[in-house]
Antibody
Framework: QVRLQESGPGLVKPSETLSLTCTVS????????WSWIRQPPGKGLEWLGY???????NYNPSLKSRLSISLDSSKSQFSLKLSYVTAEDSAVYYC???????????WGQGTMVTVS | QSALTQPASVSGSPGQSITISCTGP?????????VSWYQQHPGKAPKLIIY???KRPSGVSDRFSGSKSGNTASLTISGLQTEDEADYYC??????????FGGGTKVTVL
């Protein structure tokens, strides 16, 4: 069973860039959509964006100007960069593997990021 | 993209059946079976329980079932059990290249 693990700083200052990495345990990045999803404390889930194994990306329109997702297949990792963060970006950030029809069957455990 | 609409809370007694609705104006909910449902216990990552509107992943109890009518998708939990107390989220693919989640429904077992 493939496992995903998020890593990165738990505290980021306002106006700086939040950077997170997701490591895929079995190394298989092909033929899947790799997404980032976040959840502010006490609130619901928000899909942020994905990178396809080919390198194509798509982002939530509300974050498109600040968000970048990249892929490093050689390291079995994909990464998120969110610039100019504010307190509203404080959330648990999840990485997930998904597909258009299959939803998101595989999730990381999540990592809490606080902007302060 | 607007979030899908779910009731904030639903409750039921053990053994009863409950249904959670998910309504969206986007083509994902209305036109195709691109809806998935997730169960989330406190402090845990969401778990996929329904995909393609009606299908259950291996290992998910058959007490969970999905359906769709028009622009509304629904999740039914039959034979409600105490371990079903959790938050539930619907999710729909939009335009074949993005996703949107519902606001979440808190299920309470009385």
């Amino acid at each position: 069973q493939v496992r995903l693990q998020e890593s990165g700083p738990g505290l980021v200052k306002p106006s700086e860039t939040l950077s997170l990495t997701c490591t895929v345990s079995d190394g298989s990045m092909s033929y899947h959509y790799w997404s980032w999803i976040r959840q502010p404390p006490g609130k619901g889930l928000e899909w942020l964006g994905y990178i396809f194994y080919s390198g194509s990306t798509n982002y939530n329109p509300s974050l498109k100007s600040r968000l970048s997702i990249s892929l490093d297949s050689s390291k079995s990792q994909f990464s998120l960069k969110l610039s100019y963060v504010t307190a509203e970006d404080s959330a648990v950030y999840y990485c997930a593997r998904g597909s258009i029809i299959g939803g998101f069957p595989i999730w990381g455990q999540g990592t809490m990021v606080t902007v302060s | 993209q607007s979030a899908l609409t779910q009731p904030a809370s639903v409750s039921g007694s053990p053994g009863q059946s409950i249904t959670i609705s998910c309504t969206g104006p986007n083509s994902g909910v209305g036109s195709y079976n691109l809806v998935s449902w997730y169960q989330q216990h406190p402090g845990k990552a969401p778990k996929l329980i329904i995909y393609e509107g009606t299908k259950r992943p291996s290992g998910v109890s058959d007490r969970f079932s999905g359906s769709k009518s028009g622009n509304t998708a629904s999740l039914t939990i039959s034979g409600l059990q105490t371990e079903d107390e959790a938050d539930y989220y619907c999710c729909s693919s939009v335009g074949g290249n993005s996703w949107v989640f519902g606001g979440g429904t808190k299920v309470t077992v009385l």
